[in-house]
């Protein structure tokens, strides 16, 4: 008799004890579903930051570029279409990029979500923006070189690249940031999924 009073109690210890991990469990998913959020959440507003800026650097290169600094409206007009294109293509990121789904929603679609991110960031770069770069500064060069001369034309070769070295240290920061964010939401998918 007093052996299986032990092994009533053992049970129900046990039983107790399951009902404690599952709870610790829901807890920490909880907890890093959150996080997950907000580092999310965080790759958005970033995404909207650069929209904002964009948007309010289109009217200078209308107005103010090809009266003040004297480009011709061909080259601004190309800046402008590019920065249209990435507003379009920031647009399509932030559509599909959906933090409430972090909390509540499928961890698998998160993932696949997160995936897409990374991938949609590194195709801008590497097919979008560094041959447009290229094709910028070349242009920028010819431009200023047909209206500057001398020392003037020295000092803004000069100005150039040290904007364009300061532009690809801010750009590359940028694009480590997003990615080092999605790949800790990465990260904390796993965790989840190897918990259960």
């Known amino acids: 008799m007093e052996k299986y009073t032990e092994l009533e109690e053992m049970k129900a210890q046990l039983a107790l004890l399951n ?23 965080g790759i958005r507003r970033k ?3 650069e929209s904002i800026l964009t948007i ?20 601004c007009c190309f800046v402008v279409f590019f920065m249209l294109l ?10 599909n990029f959906r933090p409430q789904e972090f909390l509540q929603g499928s ?3 998160a993932r696949k979500d997160t995936l897409k991110l990374k991938r949609l960031y590194a195709f801008w770069l590497k097919y979008i923006g560094i041959p447009f770069i290229v094709v910028f500064l070349s242009w920028f060069i010819y431009e200023i070189s047909r209206l500057y ?48």
């Open 107 to 109: 961890l698998l679609e």
């Open 19 to 41: 009902k404690k991990l599952e709870k610790e469990t829901i807890v920490n998913e909880r907890l890093i579903r959150r996080a997950m959020k907000n580092k999310a959440w």
């Open 149 to 196: 001369q001398g020392e003037s034309l020295h000092g803004m070769l000069i100005g150039m690249l040290v904007g364009a070295v300061i532009g690809a240290i801010v750009g590359s920061f940028r694009y480590r940031k997003v990615q080092g964010m999605a790949n800790e939401i990465l990260e904390q998918i796993d965790e989840i999924s190897d918990s259960f």
């Open 86 to 95: 990435a507003l379009a293509y920031n647009g399509y990121i932030y559509k």
């Open 56 to 75: 309010l650097m289109i009217p200078y290169f209308i107005l103010v570029m090809p009266v003040v600094v004297e480009l011709s409206m061909g080259f």
């Open 47 to 49: 995404i909207i930051a």
